[in-house]
């Protein structure tokens, strides 16, 4: 098992940033990558952006490619998403997850952390 805890969330204005954090505990060694996917009231949860664990290559949704960007810290287990230039549609629930190494699916997921943006 992979222990996921978000930490960063707020209430900012539109043009703020955030930083949100994910700090990884359990069996590490199973997750190749990690991601933070979000999810607004009313809609689906949708992929933001993901990272490698080991080669820390990334990829990005393109509603927050240029404004976003992920990254990792291995000796702490955590990783990390700068959000710059928030929205107001970037409002959201945002969770950490991780991929699990053998079922190729996110099967671990933390609690979800609340980042609304006010216009």
């Known amino acids: 098992q992979v222990q996921l805890v978000e930490s960063g969330g707020g209430l900012v204005q539109a043009g703020d940033s955030l930083r949100l954090s994910c700090a990884a505990s359990g069996r590490t060694f199973s997750r190749n990558i990690m991601a933070w996917f979000r999810q607004a009231p009313g809609k689906v949860r949708e992929f933001i952006a993901a990272i490698a664990w080991n080669d820390g290559s990334t990829t990005y949704a393109e509603s927050v490619k240029g404004r976003f960007t992920i990254s990792r810290n291995n000796a702490n287990n955590a990783v990390y998403l700068q959000m710059n230039g928030l929205r107001p549609e970037d409002t959201a629930v945002y969770y950490c997850?991780?991929?699990?190494?053998?079922?190729?699916?996110?099967?671990?997921w933390g609690q979800g952390t609340q980042v609304t943006v006010s216009a």
């Open positions: 997850a991780a991929r699990n190494s053998v079922t190729y699916k996110y099967d671990y």
